[in-house]
């Protein structure tokens, strides 16, 4: 039970017999409510109980409630018979609380006593006692007034007269819908659905009431919204007087044919405005509750989860929730109204039912069209809520019909139902059956009206849940595309990556990591940062990461590299920035080739000793300065030394030092993992430990394993046009040396080939011959010319031009790059599998 805004409440006597004696004119005496939880301590306490006890709600919450209800005691003074006659007088609240208290009866109870009050003389206390059941923490209701009140309010009442607590059915009183309405108003503020639980409970139990010695029985009824009596005696005094002078009425009511009433009629009507005025604030309690409690988040199936528990059991006792297909899987949708072959999946199912009862009938995950002739095609189609007030045996079959092999007829006939639409922006993403019990009230206009404005509230909350997960979705694969599929395996070392999105701003970012094969063995290994977050840092990621693609295809040197992109950056506008990390791994000479743009430097872990630093490198300014010159260092290797580039939003965190990053970086990448894939995993799971990470991350990780000695071979080719021969028959003996004889016929000729334009059209250098046996046979031919060659389309008489063709038909892959003195030209043959 919530502690929620304290209320008072009145005993107002309202005769059940024809003629009321008694203190008619009693208008309000304030009710003390206290509320004890299962550990006997006070978990409310109201005002009325601040002014009959004489302690302070501060005091009293969380006390043992003993201390301030007295409930045992001896019985000093039996001879004051009071003002309303005798009774047993004592200190204490008597044995039947105390029975309550300890939970030892299962039955109200009521008394009177004399209780001595700090700073006040003794008060007579009248008091009520309701055992609570259920889950909520409330154990036992307590209701209290002052006795002395009703002689001090009342005068003219006899002094014999004797007053009593007592239980009554509440219909025993005129006005008893009102009673049984405005009991919440006695109680403590709390849920909708607790209130109700504890009001079944009190009318279950009994009404309290005041019984009087003439046999008039008095309800205690609430103060808040109810006009006292007489207030309402003195409107229609006042109304008649005006209508026997002759004078204009107050402001009056009209009924329903619009004819002024008279006093009498006037008050009728006010009540009937209280009672209305109470239901509609009821109404929107529930609705405000209920939009509290969703939309707590934009995760889609969590959003539907708590539409579907918001209203059971306080608006319904069976709630099934079906959205569009693509509202699911976070999808936009066609315009226009749904029709017969709109799929409607079954998301989320909640019931007062005994467990299981529904789940093998109508499962969680079905999708299923329906019908014209159904309410809930009408209602899909129509934007409207649809009220079923009962589920007729010929409608429970029509509806039955739409579950094969299925009957779900004894789970809906007899109740009533209302299917409402979940809409948003004209646009409907599906809808709600609400079922009720036979034995609650059926659905009626009100609930209609309650239930669109619910799923209307509940529409806009999917909508904005499923626009969320599919802009969610159209970030993740724009970021996926413009990341590369990098293989785990290169020549000369093994690559694992990891990519983490920002918690901000679309999921997308500027970070990127790349690997580019290069000739000669060799493999690029890219970091790059775009200043800012978002699609417009992603779409410049995109264009800066192709363009160092190209480029490194191209196989500029990497200070190069970085000069050419920093100009790019610099044509394609002022807010290109970027940071850039680009090395070179070279597995025949066992070295990196490295240079920075700005960003934080790179860890190599050793092999041989597991020692992990940061390498010392040039920083150079960030991509898009200009102006500023780029430098390349080249950083020795062995092979199972491994390489760890990484973007800022990994080792930066709000009010640290970058220091404190870094340093944690070197420790966790020495880290000894079984995978490639666990050492990453586990940088990341260290350095994330930290928490309050908000930028993306991008992480590269190369084993730089090399390429032995015995796998590489080179020969010198003379300016003679006959030293194509010799480099076949070397081809084919080393070929033979590696078991690779298959391979040699091919091999022969796309050497032959190459070497044989070499020595055409070099100057004045030998021809080197490389062969590299990696993951691939790798076949290269230099030369001190720069003219690259191209294909041609040689004629049925032409000599020349066939060449690079047969290399093309033959190789899996060929090339051509620009070196320092001249041109390489390779190609590639697969490995035969054993």
Aim: charged residues 25%.
């Amino acid at each position: 039970m919530e502690r929620g805004t304290d209320r008072d409440a009145p005993l107002s006597r309202t005769a059940a017999s024809a003629t009321p004696t008694g203190p008619t004119g009693a208008g309000r005496i304030p009710l003390a409510v206290v509320v004890v939880d299962r550990d006997g301590l006070v978990s409310h306490w109201s005002r009325g109980a601040r002014r009959l006890f004489g302690t302070v709600k501060e005091e009293a919450i969380g006390r043992p409630v003993a201390d301030l209800l007295p409930v045992s005691g001896a019985f000093p003074d039996r001879g004051d018979p009071g003002p309303y006659g005798a009774y047993d007088a004592y200190d204490g609240l008597g044995p039947d609380l105390e029975a309550s208290l300890d939970g030892q009866l299962s039955y109200p109870a009521a008394g009177r006593a004399r209780l001595t009050v700090p700073g006040r003389d003794r008060a007579d206390v009248l008091w009520w006692a309701y055992p609570l059941v259920g889950p909520g923490s409330g154990r036992l209701l307590v209701l209290a007034a002052d006795a002395g009140a009703l002689a001090r309010d009342d005068p003219a009442a006899p002094a014999a007269e004797r007053i009593a607590p007592g239980f009554a059915l509440h219909t025993d009183f005129p006005g008893a819908d009102q009673l049984a309405r405005r009991l919440p108003e006695i109680l403590p503020s709390m849920s909708v659905g607790e209130s109700a639980r504890i009001v079944a409970q009190v009318l279950e139990l009994g009404y309290p009431v005041l019984e009087f010695s003439q046999n008039d029985r008095v309800p205690v009824t609430p103060d808040w919204g109810v006009p006292r009596r007489d207030e309402r005696r003195a409107r229609r005094e006042t109304a008649a007087r005006a209508a026997a002078a002759g004078r204009p009425l107050p402001p009056r009511l009209p009924d329903d044919g619009g004819r002024p009433v008279d006093g009498d009629h006037l008050a009728e009507a006010q009540d009937a405005e209280d009672l209305e005025y109470a239901a509609v604030r009821e109404r929107l309690e529930f609705l405000n509750e209920i939009s509290g409690r969703i939309g707590t988040s934009l995760d889609l199936a969590r959003t539907i989860v708590e539409v579907s528990r918001a209203v059971v059991p306080r608006f319904t006792d069976v709630a099934g929730t079906y959205l569009r297909e693509q509202v699911v899987a976070g999808e936009g949708f066609p315009d226009g109204v749904p029709d017969t072959t709109t799929m409607w999946h079954r998301v989320a199912l909640e019931h007062t039912d005994e467990p299981g009862r529904w789940d093998d009938v109508v499962p969680v995950g079905e999708a299923m069209p329906f019908p014209a002739h159904t309410p809930f095609f009408q209602c899909m189609t129509t934007g409207e809520p649809v009220l079923v007030p009962c589920i007729t045996e010929e409608m429970g079959h029509a509806i039955a019909s739409q579950f094969e092999k299925r009957d779900i007829r004894p789970l809906i006939t007899g109740r009533s139902m209302l299917v409402v639409p979940l809409k948003a922006r004209n646009v409907v993403l599906g809808f709600m059956i609400l079922l009720r019990h036979p034995e609650r009230p059926v659905f009626n206009d009100m609930d209609r009206a309650t239930g669109a404005e619910l799923a209307a509230r509940a529409g806009l909350v999917l909508d904005n849940a499923r626009m969320y997960t599919y802009q969610e979705n159209v970030a993740e694969t724009l970021q996926d595309s413009m990341l590369p599929h990098i293989p785990a395996h290169m020549t000369g070392c093994d690559i694992a990556t990891r990519y983490l999105p920002g918690t901000l701003l679309g999921r997308v970012g500027g970070d990127w990591f790349d690997a580019v094969k290069l000739p000669g063995a060799r493999t690029a290994l890219v970091v790059g940062d775009v200043m800012g977050h978002g699609l417009n840092s992603a779409a410049m990621m995109g264009q800066l990461r192709t363009a160092v693609q190209t480029m490194a295809a191209l196989d500029l040197p990497p200070s190069q590299l970085l000069r050419n992109l920093d100009d790019l950056a610099q044509r394609l506008g002022d807010a290109y920035l970027a940071t850039c990390l680009y090395a070179v791994y070279d597995p025949v000479a066992g070295d990196l080739h490295l240079a920075n743009a700005g960003h934080i430097p790179p860890v190599l872990v050793r092999a041989d000793d597991g020692r992990s630093e940061l390498l010392d490198l040039p920083t150079g300014a960030p991509i898009g300065v200009g102006g500023v010159p780029f430098e390349a260092v080249r950083v020795p290797v062995r092979p199972g030394d491994r390489l760890v580039m990484c973007t800022d939003g990994l080792v930066e965190m709000r009010g640290e030092d970058i220091g404190v990053g870094l340093a944690t970086l070197c420790a966790s990448a020495a880290h000894p993992a079984a995978s490639m894939d666990a050492a990453c995993d586990t940088i990341i799971r260290t350095l994330g430990a930290r928490g309050g990470r908000k930028d993306d991350v991008a992480l590269l990780m190369a084993r730089l394993n090399g390429v032995a000695g015995d796998q590489v071979a080179v020969w010198r080719l003379d300016l003679d046009p006959s030293e194509a021969g010799r480099a076949r028959a070397a081809v084919r003996e080393q070929l033979h040396t590696w078991g690779l004889s298959a391979l040699a016929p091919t091999a022969e000729l796309l050497v032959g080939e190459l070497a044989a334009n070499a020595l055409r059209h070099a100057r004045a250098h030998p021809v080197e011959l490389r062969l590299v046996r990696g993951d691939t046979l790798l076949c290269e031919v230099e030369d001190d010319s720069h003219e690259l060659p191209t294909l041609l389309n040689a004629g049925p008489t032409d000599e020349a031009g066939r060449g690079l063709r047969v290399v093309g038909a033959l190789a899996r892959e060929w090339g051509t790059s620009r070196t320092a003195t001249g041109k390489t030209v390779w190609c590639e043959l697969t490995l035969p599998r054993h």
